[in-house]
């Protein structure tokens, strides 16, 4: 979805396969692309999650079992991405969310 400068997108994965397995092969892909894009030219934060929540109106809907944030800025096309790349959980089943929030042009890059 677009609107504005801003551009966002959004997955859940749930398989019967391996699922952290598939976790780590989307990480790589992600850091793969990110990396690609940027050709060394851009910046890149990583971050590792180790647990937290989700509460949407003071109630908590699901569990981070581990997870990834993503923050990269690229120096080329003066854009800045926010990827969210969680291992999620509720009682009942686990599933895999893949989250990007975009600016493009990014405010950081304005004088
Ligand atoms: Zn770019």
Redesign the pocket.
């Known amino acids: 979805m677009k609107t504005g400068n801003g551009c966002i997108g959004s997955i859940n994965l749930e398989t019967n396969g391996n699922l952290e397995k598939l976790f780590k092969h989307i990480k790589k892909l992600v850091l793969s692309e990110i990396n690609e ?2 050709g060394g030219k ?1 910046e890149i934060i990583e971050a590792r999650v180790e647990k937290g929540e989700i509460r949407d109106m003071g109630v908590r809907e699901f569990r981070i079992l581990q997870g990834y944030f993503f923050e990269v800025y ?1 120096f ?2 003066f ?1 800045s991405s926010f990827i969210r790349l969680f291992l999620e959980s509720d009682e009942r089943k686990t599933w895999i969310s893949l989250d990007i929030d975009e600016w493009n042009p990014s405010p950081w890059f304005e004088e």
Request: include cysteine; hydrophobic fraction near 15%.
């Open positions: 894009h940027l851009g690229c080329k096309c854009r």
